[in-house]
């Protein structure tokens, strides 16, 4: 079995404890971390939700995966830093009010920071004040994330509330997660809008490089 799959099924199976000696091996084989990232890590989380939707899967096994992929990032995230050059770009992400979802919001964030942009990740169910606070302090990034379709509109918020404090110009609003679409996106004002986290690394690089 290759590294891909060991670490693929690591997460899949939520094998907390072996994950972390699995993703140093790799990295001592030789293994980039970002391609474990991308053609492992990922795929996984990928996996884990389809065998939710599938009911295949319940909530315990789910947070068991989560609490993998969160272990399996903690020991590839000091090679995808260290790995890339610093960009002086400032993104403060979090997931919008009314919702508390944040695997998929922490790995954009974990794929960003070992893309070189200076992180504030700044949690979740947070209201539109939140992120103007983060304009206000020199964000220069705005990343919105939604999991809920009763959540999506807390993205419109937060667009108008910087809109009215009369620093929309100062920043840019990137958009993200499952129910959202580019077209949703378009619709409340945002600039940008990714599908995933490699799509919010390849986005900003355009923007910033
Ligand atoms: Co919730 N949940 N959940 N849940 N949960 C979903 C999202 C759901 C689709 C499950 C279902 O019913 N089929 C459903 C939403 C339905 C809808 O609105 N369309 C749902 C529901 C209904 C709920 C509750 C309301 C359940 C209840 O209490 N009755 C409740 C809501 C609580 C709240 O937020 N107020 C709830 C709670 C929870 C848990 C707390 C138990 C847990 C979250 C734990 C956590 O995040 N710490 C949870 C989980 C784990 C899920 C599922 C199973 C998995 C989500 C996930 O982590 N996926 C999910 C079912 C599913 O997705 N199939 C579900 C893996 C992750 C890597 O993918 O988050 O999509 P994802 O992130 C991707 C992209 O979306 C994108 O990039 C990421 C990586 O590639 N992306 C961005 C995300 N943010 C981005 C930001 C960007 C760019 C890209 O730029 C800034």
Same mark, same amino acid.
């Given at each position: 079995?290759?590294?891909?799959?060991? $670490?693929?099924?690591?997460?899949?199976?939520?094998?907390?404890?072996?994950?972390?000696?699995?993703?140093?091996?790799?990295?001592?084989?030789?293994?980039?971390?970002?391609?474990?990232?991308?053609?492992? #890590?990922?795929?996984?989380?990928?996996?884990?939700?389809?065998?939710?939707?599938?009911?295949?899967?319940?909530?315990?096994?789910?947070? /068991?995966?989560?609490?993998?992929?969160?272990?399996?990032?903690?020991?590839?995230?000091?090679?995808?830093?260290? =790995?890339?050059? =610093?960009?002086? #770009?400032? #993104?403060? $992400?979090?997931?919008?009010?009314?919702?508390?979802?944040? $695997? =998929?919001?922490?790995?954009?964030?974990?794929?960003?920071?070992?893309?070189?942009?200076?992180?504030?990740?700044?949690?979740?169910?947070?209201?539109?004040?939140?992120?103007?606070?983060?304009?206000?302090?020199?964000?220069?990034?705005?990343?919105?994330?939604?999991?809920?379709?009763?959540?999506?509109?807390?993205?419109?918020? #937060?667009?108008?509330?910087?809109?009215?404090? =009369?620093?929309?110009?100062?920043?840019?609003?990137?958009?993200?997660?499952?129910?959202?679409?580019?077209?949703?996106? /378009?619709?409340?004002?945002?600039?940008?809008?990714?599908?995933?986290?490699?799509?919010?690394?390849?986005?900003?690089?355009?923007?910033?490089?």
């Amino acid at each position: 079995m290759d590294w891909m799959q060991k $670490i693929s099924e690591g997460i899949v199976k939520g094998k907390k404890k072996e994950i972390t000696p699995i993703a140093a091996d790799a990295i001592k084989d030789g293994v980039s971390a970002s391609a474990l990232v991308d053609e492992a #890590v990922i795929p996984a989380m990928n996996t884990v939700s389809e065998l939710w939707r599938n009911q295949e899967y319940y909530l315990p096994e789910v947070m /068991r995966s989560a609490a993998t992929m969160q272990a399996a990032m903690d020991a590839l995230k000091p090679y995808l830093v260290s =790995g890339e050059h =610093g960009k002086d #770009v400032r #993104v403060s $992400i979090g997931t919008v009010q009314g919702d508390i979802h944040d $695997i =998929g919001k922490n790995l954009v964030a974990i794929m960003l920071e070992g893309a070189g942009y200076r992180i504030e990740n700044l949690g979740v169910d947070l209201p539109p004040e939140r992120f103007l606070k983060a304009v206000r302090d020199g964000a220069e990034v705005i990343g919105l994330s939604s999991l809920l379709t009763t959540s999506m509109d807390g993205m419109r918020n #937060v667009i108008e509330c910087i809109e009215e404090s =009369g620093l929309r110009d100062q920043v840019k609003i990137l958009v993200g997660g499952a129910p959202v679409t580019e077209a949703f996106a /378009r619709k409340v004002g945002a600039d940008y809008y990714a599908d995933n986290a490699a799509d919010a690394v390849e986005i900003l690089n355009k923007l910033f490089d």
